[in-house]
């Protein structure tokens, strides 16, 4: 090795060909990221990036390599900090045609701009259905501009939103969107602090007997 050069910080193989990728917590840098998706051919259809040392930079990396892919169909980039300029680069990827089904972006710095961006991808998208967002800080300017996504979305069907810092304003954009989109099952807030009960029993009555549905179905499909 050259004097002065470290050695890389990534210890997990370099294979994106295999069906199921996890490289969860393995200390990945922007760079480690960039050498990956530029020298790996990648087939995966679960792809999990999360709790590394990704900057928006690295976000924007995996978001340009992956707007072109049409086989990775999971992406996790949790608990990596990318920040807003991350959750726009993956909105556009989604904009241009990715074919994800699951995005989870737990904990990765995001406000109110982040899930602006992503609430107007959502708006255009057909292959997403379970999105992730815990753990931000998107607030009720965040949460409404979901809500109104939802209002003309049919492919979206879990929406997590837990520790978000949403109040009873958040909250019942999201129950009214509730009324007129009838394809999400599953809403998650885990946030009850400045939330009325009543609210949230409203929500769960809306969702009441969906989420069921869903599992008869998917038990259905199993078996068939």
């Known amino acids: 090795m050259l004097a002065g050069r470290s050695a890389p910080s990534m210890s997990a193989p370099r294979d994106l060909t295999r069906v199921s990728v996890s490289l969860w917590e393995q200390g990945l840098t922007d760079s480690d990221i960039r050498a990956l998706f530029s020298d790996t051919e990648i087939t995966a259809k679960t792809l999990n990036l999360g709790k590394n040392n990704l900057s928006p930079e690295g976000a924007q990396v995996v978001a340009k390599a ?44 995001m406000t109110q ?33 979901l809500a109104s996504a939802l209002k003309s979305n049919d492919t979206l069907r879990e929406l997590y939103l837990p520790r978000n ?42 969702l009441a007997g969906r989420e069921e549905a869903a599992r008869r179905a998917c038990a259905m499909l199993e078996l068939s």
Do not use: P, Q
């Not at 990827?93 to 994800?100: F, H, I, N, P």
């Open 113 to 145: 701009g982040g899930a602006e961006a992503l609430a107007d991808s959502l708006r255009k998208n057909k292959s997403l259905t379970v999105l992730g967002l815990g753990d931000n800080a998107i607030e009720d300017r965040g949460a409404a501009a």
């Open 66 to 109: 992956l707007a072109v892919n049409r086989t990775v169909t999971h992406l996790d980039l949790s608990y990596n900090r990318i920040g807003d300029v991350g959750a726009v680069a993956l909105a556009e990827a989604l904009d241009a045609g990715s074919c994800w089904t699951h995005l989870y972006l737990h904990g990765v710095d």
């Open 165 to 206: 810092g949403c109040t009873d304003t958040g909250v019942l954009e999201l129950a009214e969107a509730l009324k007129t989109n009838m394809t999400v099952h599953t809403l998650l807030f885990h946030e009850y602090v400045g939330v009325k009960e009543a609210l949230l029993r409203e929500v769960r009555a809306t």
